[in-house]
């Protein structure tokens, strides 16, 4: 069962077609997937004490309901590492059509996935893995499954990536924590199949594993068209 906040961040979502990145990672908290410690807000004073409360370098994206693809419009950056930085971006941002403010959010590091689902006319939910971030289009590394996905389920997706020895430790890097990926992604099969009448697909991308856990440091949900 849906709760009730869940309910309220997608009836929100129905004006645009689809919910914003700091609603999207509210959701996907709520469902028990693990986001990164963020600030949303359209002062900057409030982005300022937040970025001194985890301490630099943070993310800094601008939030906008017309603004899907954030990172092609120039929305994201990277590595803030001072007070200037950040008002830099603040200051750029809210000249962005339709701003709603700025998502600061603390820097996470690891293995970049994706981690996605799309609600199929004959198959019904269907989840992707793949090796994740800008290169996601180039590398063509993904697989598929129907939901809801159990645990060996889960684990058999990591293992037929192409990739999957860099997730399992290559070349002296540490490898990633597969139980939590595996956990993730198998959390989130459960939760797609709750939300099959409710959206249409959802891109968590990039998903970033490291030796300790895999945090979601974008997300993106589509609602269906009407």
């Not at 601008?62 to 950056?77: N, R, T």
């Not at 037929?160 to 002296?172: I, W």
């Not at 697909?201 to 269906?224: F, G, H, K, T």
């Amino acid at each position: 069962m849906l709760s009730q906040k869940i309910h309220a961040i997608l009836k929100a979502g129905e004006k645009t077609g689809w919910i914003i990145e700091p609603e999207a990672k509210k959701l996907l908290s709520l469902a028990g997937l693990n986001a990164p410690r963020f600030k949303w807000t359209t002062r900057f004073d409030d982005a300022l004490e937040f970025a001194h409360s985890i301490g630099y370098p943070v993310v800094a994206k601008v939030v906008s309901p017309e603004i899907l693809h954030k990172s092609d419009a120039g929305g994201v950056v990277v590595g803030v590492a001072s007070d200037e930085q950040l008002g830099a971006a603040f200051q750029r941002f809210s000249t962005f059509q339709g701003f709603a403010g700025i998502l600061v959010e603390e820097t996470v590091s690891g293995v970049e996935l994706i981690i996605g689902a799309k609600v199929d006319n004959q198959f019904g939910p269907v989840i992707l893995l793949g090796m994740g971030g800008t290169g996601v289009e180039i590398y063509h590394d993904t697989c598929l499954r129907m939901a809801p996905l159990k645990q060996k389920e889960a684990e058999s997706m990591i293992k037929s990536l192409k990739a999957h020895q860099l997730l399992e430790g290559y070349r002296g890097s540490k490898p990633v924590n597969v139980s939590a990926l595996s956990g993730m992604i198998t959390t989130f099969s459960h939760l797609i199949m709750q939300l099959e009448d409710y959206i249409e697909s959802v891109d968590l991308n990039p998903v970033m594993c490291s030796s300790d856990n895999c945090v979601i440091a974008d997300a993106r949900i589509v609602l269906p068209s009407k």
